[in-house]
């Protein structure tokens, strides 16, 4: 039997046939076809698509479009302006647009050319700065800076990706980065996921922990996960250029700070000053961490620094050389 539905063209309850069929919609004069469930009367043959289907159908004619003139899709636009931590109607209100303007994009209306290239402009930092001057009369104090504030954070986290070393532990090879992009961010929050969870976490301990995240990751998921690479040296392996990404962790991103402390031998304790961000990692990712952290969390820094010594990546590997992450299916741990 088929589904009852009111017949606009019989004006009465009718039995309807499902059917799936082909809609075209025409987006500013181009023509694009979806698939649709139809529902066909069986007294008049009348056709109806109920309003979802047709909205989803139109929705995915408007990407198509997008995709094809390079405009940018609704999420995009969502990023842009949760990169900046403003509501719908405050963006548009800096960008002088009726209240409604972004929450109608973002829900999949189709933006002006002209618009698009307003947002596509103001991904960049120092683009929304200059727009942000230009339009100030247009905008409250306290939005003002809150959008200013937020901006040239961004734009020193901008610099930060263009530090010199950052730039360098990105140009080492695949093999050394574990099939991995570095990305600084997701190195900044391994530390602090270890030094959010550890008392008193030794500097050596950390970088050790940091070793075994990467390795078993890759062992595990054929990727590391920030794409660290790493060295051999005298205490183990450690990531290369240590010393600037702490620095960069400790007066560019300020997430942590070093306390020099005496115990049974002197060294320096990581504090972490924000919380770990579990939104940039997958859950097997997260599973590494924490099995890593289960797993050395009572260790002391010699005995993880030991353990370190007896892995093939270390003891197949000469001073200063670069650590393979073929390394990794060795691993014991």
């Not at 969502?78 to 963006?91: G, M, T, V």
């Not at 997430?255 to 031998?265: G, K, M």
């Not at 590494?288 to 370190?308: C, G, M, P, Q, W």
């Amino acid at each position: 039997m088929g589904n009852k539905l009111f017949c606009t063209e019989c004006f009465n309850d009718k039995n309807f046939d499902k059917q799936e069929g082909i809609i075209t919609h025409e987006v500013r004069g181009e023509q694009f076809q979806e698939t649709v469930t139809k529902y066909i009367c069986e007294n008049c043959k009348e056709e109806i698509i109920n309003d979802k289907d047709f909205d989803k159908s139109l929705l995915k004619s408007y990407n198509k479009y997008r995709k094809k003139h390079d405009l940018l899709l609704p999420r995009d636009i969502k990023n842009i302006r949760n990169k900046y931590d403003l509501s719908q109607r405050a963006l548009s209100r800096l960008l002088g647009w009726g209240k409604v303007t972004i929450h109608r994009y973002e829900n999949g209306s189709l933006q002006s050319t002209a618009h698009d290239q307003m947002l596509t402009f103001i991904k960049e930092p120092n683009n929304m700065l200059e727009l942000l001057e230009k339009n100030k009369e247009n905008i409250k104090n306290n939005l003002y800076n809150k959008i200013k504030n937020k901006t040239e954070k961004l734009m020193v986290k901008n610099s930060i990706t263009d530090n010199i070393y950052v730039k360098k532990l990105q140009s080492i090879p695949k093999e050394y980065r574990g099939d991995n992009d570095f990305n600084i961010d997701k190195f900044c929050n391994i530390v602090l996921f270890f030094s959010q969870n550890i008392n008193k976490l030794w500097k050596t301990k950390l970088l050790k922990l940091i070793f075994y995240s990467e390795f078993l990751n890759y062992k595990n998921n054929c990727t590391s996960i920030a794409g660290t690479p790493f060295v051999h040296w005298q205490h183990g392996p450690v990531p290369k250029h240590m010393f600037a990404l702490l620095d960069i962790l400790i007066e560019d991103y300020e997430v942590i700070e070093l306390e020099e402390f005496i115990e049974f031998y002197e060294g320096d304790i990581i504090n972490n000053k924000k919380q770990f961000n579990n939104s940039l990692f997958s859950n097997e990712e997260i599973k590494t961490l924490e099995y890593v952290l289960a797993h050395f969390k009572d260790s002391t820094a010699s005995e993880i620094r030991n353990k370190t010594h007896t892995e093939k990546a270390y003891k197949k590997t000469n001073p200063n050389d670069l650590i393979s992450y073929n390394y990794a299916y060795n691993i014991n741990i």
